[in-house]
């Protein structure tokens, strides 16, 4: 069984950036979509990026172009790059695999096999 393990949030001011890594230990999972979630107090988990086993990466439109996926499979590492944080980024991120081999969009809760225990990121302004 896989389990995952996030690290990297922390706080920073608006326009600044972190990056998230989740390691995977156990079976491998680089067959399988993985993706990045978030949940803002109040608010039901939601699909930030995801990332196919070819590669292929999909974003929620509020972070194109300043979250970036992506995977290193040697070290069953996933990544998520985050520049021009904002205020409304702040939130539990979660890493997650999925039941399928393709990451749909959005990547769904009920489709998610395993998730790892979350890392907080703060922005301030």
């Known amino acids: 069984q896989v389990q995952l393990v996030e690290s990297g949030g922390g706080s920073v001011q608006a326009g600044g950036s972190l990056r998230l890594s989740c390691v995977a230990s156990?079976?491998?999972?680089?067959?399988?979509?993985m993706g990045w979630f978030r949940r803002t107090p109040g608010n039901e988990r939601e699909a930030v990026a995801g990332?196919?086993?070819?590669?292929?990466?999909r974003y929620a439109d509020w972070v194109k172009g300043r979250f970036t996926i992506s995977q290193d499979s040697a070290n069953n590492t996933l990544y998520l790059q985050m520049t021009s944080l904002k205020v409304e980024d702040t939130a539990m991120y979660y890493c997650?695999?999925?039941?399928?081999?393709?990451?749909?969009?959005?990547?769904?809760?009920?489709?998610?096999?395993?998730w790892g225990q979350g890392t907080q990121v703060a922005v301030s302004s």
């Open positions: 997650a695999i999925s039941t399928f081999l393709r990451c749909g969009w959005p990547v769904l809760e009920r489709d998610v096999a395993t």
């Open positions: 990332i196919d086993p070819d590669r292929r990466s």
């Open positions: 156990g079976s491998t999972a680089d067959n399988l979509c």
